[in-house]
């Protein structure tokens, strides 16, 4: 699950980490107020939608208006959040769409001496959180990764212990930061890495971190996400959730219990199993299509999930072809039959469907689609299977 900045850094705020002073804004003269309340001659104006890249981003209706901006006067507040509020923002993260802007954080400006990165995510193989730091602050850390990975630090902590004393010392010196900011280095990410235990997140990072002139350590910018299978254990998150910032057709696939993931290509999937999954899309992919989703039912799906599933699928505009792609184990292959017949009944499919079927009561379930009238398209195989699909969807 992925929160907004400002629900992000009232987190970090309330776990001991150092953040600036802000006020949410939802109109242009709340945006006014906000800066006339934080009483600074400069302020931040930062839309917030669930996407890196907002500095560099670019709102359709204004391609000279940035997704974050300095301003120096209420007025000015007014008339960047304004411009903001209402329209959609285009970044590296969100495709060419963009997504709209529904609030703006006014923050409170800042005397940056440096900037720098941090980052804390699972690291599985290690089966531990790994904290990770770079001198390059303010630049996308896929891009150090790939160009000068030597100037990322890693450090792994147990999550019963914390990030230690030494290991702060090990990072800083690194960063060449000076024996004066140490201690706010040790308090800032010690307490980050708290946070990053106690909410079960998979992924916190401040990019960019800075340095003040005073030497205090301050996130400047916050992203958290958190792992949708712990959020059981906290529903106190449950109400930062921004269903407006989320896929509808995600939000309406999880409601029925089924794992969806919308994409951009022609052919929708329909497959047990994530791996299963996984490897149709590859296969695809390969030759020559594009997946439009990712779409797992799992190995004990019911008939309503099935044609819930279709029903999903089949409301993608982009959809030209079906691909359903069944290894039936626990699940047997004469149940998803019968469930793709009464979803035809219900639903009604308007493009082609090419079904492969293996596994338990495989031959039952292939005589079903073949004595049921339905125009159905079978395959032997997953390669065959990706054929016909790739062939249909033209």
């Known amino acids: 699950m992925k929160i907004h900045e400002f629900q992000a850094k009232q987190i970090l705020r309330d776990a001991g980490v150092s953040v600036l002073r802000g006020v949410v804004a939802r109109t242009a003269d709340e945006a006014a107020k906000a800066?006339?309340?934080?009483?600074?001659?400069?302020?931040?104006?930062?839309?917030?939608?669930?996407?890196?890249?907002?500095?560099?981003?670019?709102i359709h209706e204004y391609p000279e208006q940035r997704g974050v901006q300095l301003v120096r006067s209420a007025q000015e507040a007014a008339t960047v959040a304004g411009r903001l509020l209402g329209n959609r923002l285009v970044t590296i993260q969100t495709g060419t769409e963009g997504q709209t802007v529904r609030q703006v954080l006014v923050e409170e400006g800042c005397d940056i001496a440096r900037e720098l990165y941090l980052g804390i995510v699972v690291d599985r193989a290690a089966a531990k959180p790994v904290l990770m730091v770079s001198s390059e602050g303010g630049v996308e850390i896929e891009k150090v990764a790939a160009e000068t990975p030597e100037k990322i630090f890693k450090e792994h902590f147990h999550p019963q212990v914390g990030l230690l004393d030494y290991q702060v010392r090990k990072l800083c010196q690194k960063l060449q930061i000076n024996r004066g900011s140490v201690r706010s280095a040790a308090k800032f990410m010690q307490a980050l890495c708290r946070a990053f235990v106690k909410y079960d997140?998979?992924?916190?990072?401040?990019?960019?971190?800075?340095?003040?002139?005073?030497?205090?350590?301050?996130?400047?910018?916050a992203k958290i996400n958190f792992d949708d299978n712990a959020l059981f254990r906290h529903p106190e998150l449950a109400q930062l959730r921004d269903l407006s910032e989320e896929e509808p057709a995600e939000i309406r696939a999880g409601k029925a219990g089924l794992s969806y993931v919308?994409?951009?290509?022609?052919?929708?999937c329909l497959v047990n199993g994530a791996g299963l999954a996984m490897s149709t899309m590859d296969i695809i992919k390969l030759h020559g299509g594009e997946p439009a989703n990712f779409l797992d039912v799992g190995g004990g799906a019911n008939t309503e999930q099935v044609t819930e599933a279709f029903s999903i699928l089949l409301s993608d505009p982009n959809v030209k072809a079906v691909l359903v792609n069944i290894f039936g184990g626990i699940m047997q292959?004469?149940?998803?039959?019968?469930?793709?017949l009464e979803a035809y009944q219900t639903v009604g499919f308007n493009v082609p469907l090419v079904v492969r079927l293996e596994g338990t009561r495989?031959?039952?379930?292939?005589?079903?689609?073949?004595?049921?009238?339905v125009n159905i398209i079978?395959?032997?195989?997953?390669?065959d299977a990706a054929q016909k699909v790739v062939a249909a969807a033209v």
Not at 37 to 52: D, F, N, T, Y
Not at 201 to 221: F, H, K, W
Not at 262 to 268: A, F, Q, R
């Open 362 to 373: 495989v031959e039952e379930g292939r005589k079903i689609l073949g004595e049921s009238g």
């Open 333 to 340: 292959c004469t149940t998803i039959a019968q469930a793709i």
């Open 201 to 221: 997140c998979s992924l916190a990072e401040i990019n960019p971190l800075v340095i003040t002139g005073r030497g205090e350590m301050v996130a400047l910018d």
């Open 35 to 58: 800066f006339t309340e934080l009483a600074m001659p400069v302020a931040v104006v930062k839309a917030q939608i669930h996407a890196g890249g907002r500095g560099k981003g670019q």
């Open 262 to 268: 919308k994409l951009n290509g022609t052919i929708g």
């Open 378 to 383: 079978t395959a032997d195989g997953l390669t």
